[in-house]
């Protein structure tokens, strides 16, 4: 494996920040043989844009699962929860680049880092694209071989300041090449994909499906914040998605997880578990309970 970074919370080589901003993450891994470890389900700070060189692996992409054989190239978003192997990698290169263009949310506006050379028509069309089309994999060509390729004779090389410049040059002829690549799959992007709504969905199923964000000491300002909107908007899409408050749902989803949790750990204890949830007190957390299962938390663990 070989990778540098430039910005954010991923090992490498670090560059200098004033060089290739918005770079989080870039390299390659040289994958021979099978493997007994895989890329754990993650979201990044930034897109993510891959490129499966030779081999084949299994991209898992908020739960569907793509083949990428040679050639494929691959693309996350921020808010898409992916995985790369099944659960292991297979024999191959892989070569990826993850770019913070300043969101984390579907319906936030692209920032393209100040190197980016497309003329402003290129930029809004390439953000167009890949928001409004979540689709993540497609076949590449030649042409991108070969950039990922020069690519990865830059990363590998020393001192990597010496070689700014062309990582700059080839980073932007392979994003030409990509806004060219997806202009010919005739995509019709979709509105919904960007909304504050689709922005708040997203952020509500995390609730519902990870007990550790339930658990983050959330307020309607921070929860808004989180989304990127307004509070009263937040309220708003809220209550159109689940027909209740904000709180109020958070604490269902607390509710819910309480349940899975107290009969899968029960080493824990039950105002452990209750401080472990976010609840600020064990009487509030057994009231709220046994209101909604119809029994005490004490009880259901022992059913």
């Keep these: 494996m070989s990778l540098l970074s430039s910005h954010g919370n991923y090992p490498g080589k670090v560059l ?22 895989g890329i754990e389900p993650h979201r990044n700070e930034g897109v993510e844009i891959c490129f499966q060189e030779n081999g084949v692996n299994i991209l898992t992409v908020d739960g569907r699962k793509y083949t990428t054989p040679s050639k494929t190239l691959t693309i996350t978003r921020p808010w898409q929860l992916h995985q790369v192997g099944d659960p292991n990698l297979g024999p191959g290169r892989l070569h990826w680049i993850i770019l913070d263009v300043g969101v984390r949310r579907p319906n936030q506006d692209w920032q393209w880092p100040d190197w980016f050379i497309l003329t402003e028509p290129d930029k809004q069309e390439l953000s167009q694209l890949l928001r409004g089309n979540e689709h993540p994999a497609w076949q590449a060509n030649n042409e991108i071989l070969h950039i990922f390729k020069r690519l990865q004779s830059y990363v590998t090389a020393e001192p990597i300041e010496d070689y700014a410049s062309q990582l700059m040059i080839n980073l932007n002829q392979l994003f030409v090449a990509l806004l060219e690549l997806l202009r010919t799959k005739n995509i019709v992007t979709q509105d919904h994909l960007t909304t504050k709504a689709r922005a708040v969905g997203l952020f509500l199923e995390e609730l519902r499906i990870s007990y550790k964000i339930a ?7 921070s929860m808004a914040e989180y989304c ?12 159109q998605l689940t027909n209740t408050s904000p ?6 989803c607390r509710l819910e997880h309480a349940a899975v949790l107290l009969k899968d750990n029960l ?16 009487q509030y957390f057994s009231r709220c309970f046994k209101r909604k299962f119809g029994m005490s938390p004490n009880t259901w663990r022992k059913g």
Excluded: P
């Excluded at 990127?228 to 309220?235: E, P, V, Y």
């Design 16 to 37: 200098d920040e004033k060089l290739l901003s918005g770079i989080s993450s870039m390299g390659f891994m040289h994958v021979v043989g099978e493997q007994d470890w």
């Design 215 to 221: 658990s983050v000491e959330w307020t309607l300002d």
């Design 267 to 282: 080493e824990c204890s039950i105002t452990q578990l209750t401080f472990d949830l976010g609840f600020s007190s064990s």
């Design 228 to 239: 990127g909107i307004k509070r009263t908007a937040f309220s708003h899409y809220c209550q």
């Design 247 to 252: 709180i109020e749902f958070l604490n269902h």
